[in-house]
Structure formats: C-alpha cells, structure tokens
C-alpha cells in the first residue's frame, strides 16, 4: 500500500519522490512503484497549477516533463521484471520421456 494518499502535502510527495529515486541503483521493483505514486502525484499538482490552484512555486521548481520521463522509465522496468517472473513462451522444454537409449 502507497505511503502517498490524497491528503499528503507536496513535502511528502517530494521525499517520497527522492527516497525512491535509487529504484534502478537499488534494482528494487517496490521502490520503482512507489517512485511512480510519487510521479503521479507531482504530475496531479502541475494539473492544479494549470487549472489556477496551487503555488506558483511548485511548477518553477521541477520539469514536469523530465518527471513524466522518469515515470515512464520506472513503469516500464516494473513491467520487464513482472514479465520476467512468469514463464517464458519462448523457451522450448524438451520432453525427455520419449528419448530412446
């Protein structure tokens, strides 16, 4: 369960933000989920800042494009390392019953 939730101040989504940035140094899936919530969150401010709430502050302080970016990133390795805990179509298995001595 996110550590994130509606009612966090954009202080939290910022550390959340950076504890979780070391998602691809750490090879952590966890942290790459959670570095995306942080995402998610930061992009729903600039959606704020661009409907005239929040503070000013907010969208001069970050690329929301390089977020979205990163974001992007992190979705992506969760998605290759869920696909590598399954089977894997492409790998044959050879049926050893039917070999003849």
Do not use: H
Not at 17 to 36: C, G, P
Not at 49 to 63: E, L
């Amino acid at each position: 369960m996110s550590t994130l939730t509606g009612s966090s101040t954009f202080a939290e989504v910022l550390a959340s933000y950076r504890d979780n940035a070391s998602w691809q140094e750490d090879s952590s899936t966890t942290k790459a989920n959670a570095f995306v919530t942080a995402c998610r969150f930061m992009l729903s401010y600039a959606e704020e800042q661009s409907r005239g709430g929040g503070s000013t502050t907010v969208s001069q302080k970050f690329n929301y494009d390089q977020i979205r970016q990163e974001m992007d990133e992190a979705t992506k390795y969760v998605a290759e390392q869920s696909a590598g805990s399954t089977s894997n179509p492409n790998v044959l298995q050879v049926d050893w019953s039917r070999l003849e001595v």
